[in-house]
């Protein structure tokens, strides 16, 4: 891997791969062979109902930025509502989960350092063309792990937790 940089690297909003993953779908921005092993970024766009599970990376500093809508991040019982400009970073070992708890796609930019869970994210999906926008169906109880057979290859530890119940307005009011 060449770790000699020596200009600078430019991707405009409709450049990357996108990987529709997980319930998600991302933007791959930069990874880490484009870095030289320093760092990856990645767009998610989250639609109303979906997250990431709760889980803990071993191996990396995950971080959020919000960039639209708004994502509701959990850490245990702590429950943090990040807004539009809200960065939000976790340490390898945090126990962390995130969910669209809105009724708009959020968006959100996802840092990883050191590289390699962008690499994850391409095995587990599929090349898309554009945003998915899925049927929305509740996660707040599913008993789904994201990634699962390839969580422990990335050191990640997907938990059994499930989201907190909350009443989304997509739900039908039966």
Do not use: W
């Not at 996108?18 to 990856?40: C, D, K, P, V």
């Not at 400009?85 to 708890?101: D, I, L």
């Amino acid at each position: 891997m060449d770790t000699n940089l020596d200009q600078m690297i430019v991707r405009t909003n409709d450049m990357g791969m996108l990987i529709s993953s997980m319930g998600n779908t991302y933007r791959i921005i930069l990874t880490g062979e484009e870095t030289a092993g320093r760092f990856s970024i990645m767009e998610a766009f989250v639609n109303p109902g979906e997250g990431g599970v709760s889980h803990i990376h071993h191996n990396e500093d995950e971080s959020f930025l919000i960039t639209e809508g708004k994502v509701v991040f959990y850490e245990g019982e702590r429950r943090v509502v990040a807004n539009v400009g809200t960065f939000v970073m976790c340490p390898p070992g945090t126990k962390r989960a995130f969910r669209n708890e809105s009724d708009d796609i959020a968006k959100m930019m996802i840092f990883y350092t050191p590289p390699g869970i962008e690499n994850m994210i391409k095995l587990d999906g599929k090349s898309v063309t554009e945003h998915l926008i899925v049927p929305y169906t509740s996660t707040s109880n599913k008993e789904y792990k994201a990634c699962s057979q390839l969580s422990k290859k990335f050191g990640i530890e997907d938990l059994t937790l499930p989201f907190p119940d909350i009443k989304l307005d997509l739900e039908d009011s039966d």
